[in-house]
């Protein structure tokens, strides 16, 4: 049984910094590129930071870049997302998702959510 459990949101005040876990277990973390997502109230989902099994290169939505850094532990097949100078726009609950990387492009796991929230 695949499952992804993020931990780590919660409410911090603007400037403020936050570090999310995802724990995966039940798949093979080194063929799954592993992907933070987001959504706010009222928008869609949208991605937010991605890194590949190897963890050689990154990507980053353009409203973090500078201020998130998505990181990988595959001997814990854990995925981290430190989130800095967090903004009210930040606002929303954040999804670790597991992407199968070819050939096994057809497997994609999401966890349940973590509620983060910047508010003074």
């Known amino acids: 049984q695949v499952q992804l459990v993020e931990s780590g949101g919660g409410l911090v005040q603007p400037g403020g910094s936050l570090r999310l876990s995802c724990a995966t277990s039940g798949l093979t973390f080194t063929i799954y590129v592993m992907n933070w997502y987001r959504q706010a109230p009222g928008k869609e989902r949208e991605l937010v930071a991605g890194i590949p099994s190897d963890g050689a290169s990154t990507n980053y939505a353009d409203s973090v870049k500078g201020r998130f850094t998505i990181s990988r532990d595959n001997a814990k097949n854990t995925v981290y997302l430190q989130m800095n100078s967090l903004k009210p726009e930040d606002t929303a609950v954040y999804y670790c998702?597991?992407?199968?990387?070819?050939?096994?492009?057809?497997?994609?796991?999401w966890g349940q959510g973590t509620q983060v929230t910047v508010s003074s």
């Open positions: 998702n597991a992407q199968g990387q070819w050939p096994y492009r057809n497997l994609n796991y």
